[in-house]
């Protein structure tokens, strides 16, 4: 159906707030790899690394409790506007 179609959209907008997020506290890529393919593996499997997130004091919160979750592989588990709005 057409709204399913835009909850998955939605959804996928998340992810990619989440690896923005990432590479704006981190200053590294979320999923960095040589070509395509390695990136996509990556994503598929959330190789990204933790500690250089955890490891950011300046903006502690934003890396360890919000980013992350944006990040979770299953959909239905990522925070959602409506989560930020409510912190």
Do not use: W
């Not at 690394?49 to 950011?56: A, F, P, R």
């Not at 980013?67 to 989560?83: N, S």
């Amino acid at each position: 159906s057409n709204s399913q179609s835009q909850v998955n959209i939605f959804q996928a907008d998340l992810f990619s707030l989440g690896c923005v997020l990432y590479e704006m506290t981190t200053l590294e890529r979320a999923f960095p790899g040589s070509n395509p393919f390695l990136v996509y593996k990556k994503i598929k499997t959330l190789q990204y690394d933790m500690k250089i997130l955890e490891s950011n004091t300046e903006h502690k919160y934003l890396c360890t409790q919000i980013v992350p979750r944006f990040l979770r592989k299953e959909p239905k588990l990522r925070m959602t506007g409506k989560d930020i709005l409510d912190k």
